[in-house]
């Protein structure tokens, strides 16, 4: 296993198993088994495949490093970095969580929680813990 999938396995505990932005549950190893236990396709569970996501896009000069990686979805994670400036993680965080809230994004609602990921303080900072 490389250095960046070491961090969002890490990661992927800390968050108890939730995407950063959406709060879903995500899968790291085993797409089918995940897709029967909630009840979803097989396409629809790739949406939720565990993904490393740089807060500071490798773009913008962000690392490989714990402080820069935080566990999302695949489909939180391609659609931020899809605009020309990606959103910072607080406003992204926050637009992904409105439009759950409006019953759009993915689609997908598999024990939906507004509440902030794990190790972030509170729903206007974004840290994870180190």
Known sequence: ????AKIRENRLIQQKGRCCYC??????NNPAKFA???RISGKQARFLQATAEHLTPRSEGGKDRKANIAAACWF???RRHRAKQALSP???RRKVQKRMA?????????GYSASPPAGGRGSETWELAP
């Open 76 to 78: 939180c994670n391609t």
């Open 36 to 38: 029967r236990k909630h």
């Open 90 to 92: 607080d406003l992204y």
């Open 1 to 4: 296993m490389n250095k960046i």
């Open 102 to 110: 409006g019953g759009k994004w993915h689609g997908l609602r598999l």
């Open 23 to 28: 709060q879903q549950p995500m899968w790291a």
